[in-house]
T-cell receptor, first 113, second 114 residues
């Protein structure tokens, strides 16, 4: 059974803290993605990576950075958390090419206070 | 600039009837389209997909139609069941020099009325 695992279901952090969200996949997928979901705005792409050490900005990268040191792990970093980064964060992975779908983790509900 | 749009935030359908969810896109470079279903506090799960070279794909109760000239796709669910109540997202894939980017719409909340 394929799996994308996010390190936490719920997180509460203080404004200004550095926050790490971890995602691990066991499908040997090349592509990995970080999205945030907010009411009325759908899933917005923050960053994605198509290979180890490669990263591309998505539609809303400001205030975030990412790291992909190993193929199976893709980390999202909030350098200095702010209240407007309170959201549901979703990680996904996808194989390259063909009729391949993306698989999602269970999501991390982050609250910044 | 929203490249994938779902203009109906919500839809209510009687159990047993057909549910039709719509999605429009602007980028003609999208080569693959997918539909996902999401329950609260869970990650989205894949439902069905279609390549840009096809106009229809069917899987059980779910059928996706693609109209490339109109840049429009739709998901048909028939017959609708109470367990279909969820938020549905359409997504589109674009490939650029080996990068594969997946862009999602804003979602449509489907409620099936028993």
């Amino acid at each position: 059974d394929v799996k994308v695992t996010q390190s936490s279901r719920y997180l509460v952090k203080r404004t200004g803290e550095k926050v790490f969200l971890e995602c691990v996949q066991d499908m040997d997928h090349e592509n990995m993605f970080w999205y945030r979901q907010d009411p009325g705005l759908g899933l917005r792409l923050i960053y994605f990576s198509y290979d180890v050490k490669m990263k591309e900005k998505g539609d809303i990268p400001e205030g975030y950075s990412v790291s992909r040191e190993k193929k199976e792990r893709f980390s999202l970093i909030l350098e200095s958390a702010s209240t407007n980064q309170t959201s549901m964060y979703l990680c996904a992975s996808m194989g390259r090419g063909g009729s391949r779908e993306a698989f999602f983790g269970q999501g991390t509900r982050l609250t910044v206070v | 600039d929203q490249q994938v749009k779902q203009n109906s935030p919500s839809l209510s359908v009687q159990e047993g009837r057909i549910s039709i969810l719509n999605c429009d896109y602007t980028n003609s470079m999208f080569d693959y389209f997918l539909w996902y279903k999401k329950y609260p506090a869970e990650g989205p799960t894949f439902l069905i997909s279609i390549s840009s070279i096809k106009d229809k794909n069917e899987d059980g109760r779910f059928t996706v139609f693609l109209n490339k000239s109109a840049k429009h796709l739709s998901l048909h669910i028939v017959p609708s069941q109470p367990g279909d109540s969820a938020v549905y997202f359409c997504a589109a894939r674009a490939t650029n020099f080996g990068n594969e980017k997946l862009t999602f719409g804003t979602g449509t909340r489907l409620t099936i009325i028993p």
